[in-house]
């Protein structure tokens, strides 16, 4: 069985801070999938990354970043010189590698961030 | 247009009446998913399907059923709702590089 934990379940930070979400999974696979997702109060889903599970380097996107570390079963998702409009709740996600992932997302239960002015 | 639309957006039903949410995408891909998120515990898998004869139960099917109309339809039934079944409603599609796209969401409540 498969398992995604987000400790966090709300961080509370004041604009321009650094802040660190943190993702740990559970599986047997050998390859999957690891994903974040942002929900912002309006409701919809955002995609935000994937990455495969052999492939190991971090990855950085304007002021977000994701460190991946299979040794710890993580995937931590950090945002720099965070902004009100990051205010979210965001989930992290697993799925299979095998058949494309095609069996569905295991999701956290997501970290509810709120950026303070 | 979106690529995955699910209609209603918001809906309230009474306990014991029958519902569907429906969704539709644009993009021919072939999986197609529905999720129930409620507050505080993620989202959670109810039904998948990988084409029109093929569906699959995911973790929390009970109490729901699913119709693949068409490649590009994907419906949602409660045959009797029940108020713990109120919650956030997605559909999601399989893109051909391995993402997904969910859609804007229905909120059901059944009171």
């Known amino acids: 069985a498969q398992k995604v934990t987000q400790a966090q379940t709300e961080i509370s930070v004041v604009e321009k801070e650094d802040v660190t979400l943190d993702c740990v999974y559970e599986?047997?696979?050998?390859?999957?999938?690891l994903f974040w997702y942002k929900q912002p109060p309006s409701g919809e889903l955002v995609f935000l990354i994937r990455?495969?599970?052999?492939?190991?380097q971090n990855e950085i996107s304007g002021r977000y970043s994701w460190n991946f570390q299979k040794s710890t079963s993580s995937f931590n998702f950090t945002i720099t010189a965070s902004q009100v409009v990051d205010s979210a709740v965001y989930f992290c996600?697993?799925?299979?590698?095998?058949?494309?992932?095609?069996?569905?997302?295991?999701f956290g239960k997501g970290t509810h961030l709120i950026i303070q002015p | 247009d979106a690529d995955v639309t699910q209609t209603p957006r918001n809906r309230i039903t009474k306990t014991g009446k029958r519902i569907m949410l429906e969704c539709s995408q644009t993009?021919?891909?072939?999986?197609m998913y529905w999720y129930r998120q409620d507050p505080g515990l993620g989202l959670r898998l109810i039904y998948y399907?990988?084409?029109?004869?093929?569906?699959n139960k995911g973790e929390i099917s009970d109490g729901y059923s699913v119709s693949r109309q068409a490649q590009a339809k994907f419906s949602l039934s409660l045959e009797s709702a029940i108020p713990n079944q109120t919650a956030l409603y997605f559909c999601?599609?399989?893109?051909?590089?391995?993402?997904?796209?969910f859609g804007s969401g229905t909120r059901l409540t059944v009171v």
């Open positions: 996600a697993l799925s299979p590698y095998s058949g494309g992932g095609a069996d569905g997302l295991t």
């Open positions: 599986t047997r696979d050998t390859t999957y999938y």
């Open positions: 990455r495969n599970s052999f492939d190991e």
């Open positions: 993009k021919g891909h072939d999986r």
């Open positions: 399907s990988f084409d029109v004869k093929d569906i």
């Open positions: 999601a599609t399989l893109t051909d590089n391995y993402g997904y796209t």
